[in-house]
């Protein structure tokens, strides 16, 4: 096997391990208010997130094109820029699952990139519009996300003001099957192109292929990935988002996961856009809405002031980590 073979596998050995940790890191994103809200138990949770990752996955590639040719110069990509990019982004999503906070794997993955591509061939390799852009939906999304959630709540509460408690409770705790069911097909179809993204541009900057388009192969692992990472689940995270924000009944969860759906299809799929968002941010601010709808001091604004510190930290603390390992990677090939 060439050295060209060798350091592809490598790459795409990290970037599958990198979807694979997505998986169970943001599993909480789709499942969290369904499992503690009742609507769902936690096995058939995780079972129908997975699945649905997977075929998500398959929907489309739009954003693995975005990721691929819009924050680093293809032309300056190599394999080592790309190992220590997903190392930078790996170390962080492991960062913050131990601890039970809900990150950005998209926050992380950008950061990644980023600090490697600079390390390795210094600020002119940013793509300084394709940035702008990415950052800009990133920061959005989430606000957005917060807005929809109050907006959809708020509709609901109106709705339903003369229903009995319990017989709403019953008719959410249903609905929220079809929300979960909705919104983990939408964090598989654009959190899985992250790591397609970073595979198709380490194929093109290797000569393998000459264009941004994802091979079915790359598709299918990726997809396969984030399937398995979402089977072994994130309970931690969990805990935080469907508990420690705010106490979620079944119509709250509703209106969550469809706030987030739709926010996340919209980036993902609306013409023009193929954007990478948090599917962590999106949902953690659709829920910070539906609580403030329901009343402000309902909110525990404590743990989302913690969230938004580790918001706020990612793209500087993986591109400084994916930075320092492509240095040691270089190091280590000199030595050897």
Not at 82 to 101: E, S
Not at 167 to 193: C, E
Not at 317 to 333: D, G, M, Q, R
Request: aromatic fraction near 8%; hydrophobic fraction near 55%; charged fraction near 10%.
């Amino acid at each position: 096997m060439s050295s060209l073979h060798i350091a592809l596998f490598v790459v795409v050995l990290f970037a599958l391990a990198f979807d694979f940790i997505n998986g169970f890191h943001d599993t909480a994103n789709a499942i969290a208010t369904s499992v503690s809200t009742r609507a769902l138990t936690p096995r058939t949770a995780i079972i129908m997130a997975a699945v649905l990752n997977f075929i998500g996955a398959m929907y489309s590639t739009g954003v693995a094109k975005t990721i691929a040719k819009d924050i680093v110069d293809a032309n300056s990509v190599t394999s080592e820029v790309m190992i220590a990019a997903l190392i930078g982004a790996i170390f962080w999503n492991l960062l913050t699952w131990y601890f039970g906070i809900p990150s950005s794997s998209s926050h992380a993955i950008i950061g990644g990139i980023l600090g490697a591509g600079i390390a390795a061939a210094g600020l002119g390799v940013v793509q300084g519009a394709g940035i702008k852009k990415i950052i800009l939906a990133l920061l959005c999304s989430p606000l957005v996300g917060m807005g929809l959630g109050y907006l959809i709540m708020t509709i609901l509460y109106y709705l339903f003001r003369n229903k009995a408690p319990m017989k709403t409770n019953n008719i959410f705790r249903r609905l929220q099957m079809v929300s979960a069911a909705l919104l983990a097909f939408n964090h598989g179809s654009n959190d899985a192109q992250k790591s397609m993204g970073i595979i198709t541009l380490a194929l093109v900057a290797m000569g393998v292929q000459s264009t941004m388009d994802v091979p079915l192969w790359v598709k299918l692992l990726c997809g396969i990935a984030i399937a398995c990472g979402t089977a072994v689940g994130g309970w931690r995270i969990i805990h935080t988002l469907g508990a420690k924000i705010f106490k979620i009944e079944p119509i709250n969860g509703f209106a969550a996961d469809l706030s987030s759906s739709i926010v996340i299809w919209v980036a993902t799929a609306f013409p023009g856009l193929h954007l990478p968002v948090s599917t962590t941010h999106v949902v953690s601010g659709s829920i910070m809405g539906v609580g403030a709808a329901k009343r402000i001091s309902a909110v525990r604004w404590g743990v989302a002031q913690q969230m938004l510190i580790a918001w706020c930290l990612t793209i500087p603390s993986t591109a400084i980590v994916a930075a320092l390992s492509y240095h040691l990677i270089t190091l280590v090939e000199r030595i050897l």
